[in-house]
DNA sequence: ACGACTCATAAGTTTGTGCTTATGTATCCG
DNA sequence: CGGATACATAAGCACAAACTTATGAGTCGT
């Protein structure tokens, strides 16, 4: 998955909105689709390219397929912002205390 | 700066290209076309997309004008890519590595 | 077996994005 | 002043992206 492409994935606010709906909770595709003015095969197309991006992993359960997060399609993200990771400085004290949070 | 507008500067290639070379110097937007084979207009226009995402900076001297990158406006990405921190663990020893780093 | 249900795929339309060529505006230099 | 240089803006075109409706494929309950 280029950075092109992981960009352009996560440029669409409905894509950006479903992994945030996904970030908490396992959710169906018709659960995804309550609160999105939306049809549903716009919806399962979404869908198709955040699973191509790598962003979600499906669980298949007879007719319905479960959707969460899979971090790791970040990794990308991550990495291509971490090359501007020499500007950061004001962020660091946050993440310190991030870092301090999770020891405990 | 909306989070959409953000994601769609940077799905462009040419313009992390761009930011790319600027993270490293100032430079011109002549001097920025080199390399690319892309005409003067196209490179205009991306210039004035990544300023208009609050991306780059820009110096006047006379007729050339000098780019920058401006850091902070990476910040909506920073905030957005933080809400799935949940799930970096494996790279929290990365970052701790950084900051040690950092603070020598 | 059959209708209801969940999701995916196909085809067509509309809108947006990035490019081009042409031209405009401002600055520098001889 | 007048030509060359640096960059921006305008207009038009080609392709990509996201939506729609229609339909297909598989699963469940009666």
Redesign the interface.
């Known amino acids: 998955m280029s950075?092109?492409d992981i960009?352009?994935v996560?440029?669409?606010?409905t894509r950006?909105a479903v992994?945030?709906r996904l970030?908490s909770a396992e959710l169906t595709a018709t659960e995804l689709r309550e609160g999105f003015a939306i049809s549903q095969p716009a919806m399962s197309q979404h869908i198709a390219v955040l699973r191509g991006a790598g962003l979600i992993s499906e669980r298949r359960e007879g007719r319905f397929a479960h959707y969460r997060?899979a971090?790791?399609g970040?990794a990308p993200?991550?990495k291509?912002?971490a090359?501007?990771?020499?500007?950061?400085?004001?962020?660091?004290d946050n993440?310190?205390d991030?870092?301090k949070e999770?020891d405990q």
Chains 1, 2 share one sequence.
């Open positions: 950075d092109t960009f352009k996560l440029a669409d606010p950006r992994l945030e970030a997060v971090p790791e970040m993200l991550h291509w912002l090359k501007y990771r020499a500007f950061w400085p004001s962020r660091i993440l310190k991030l870092l999770m």
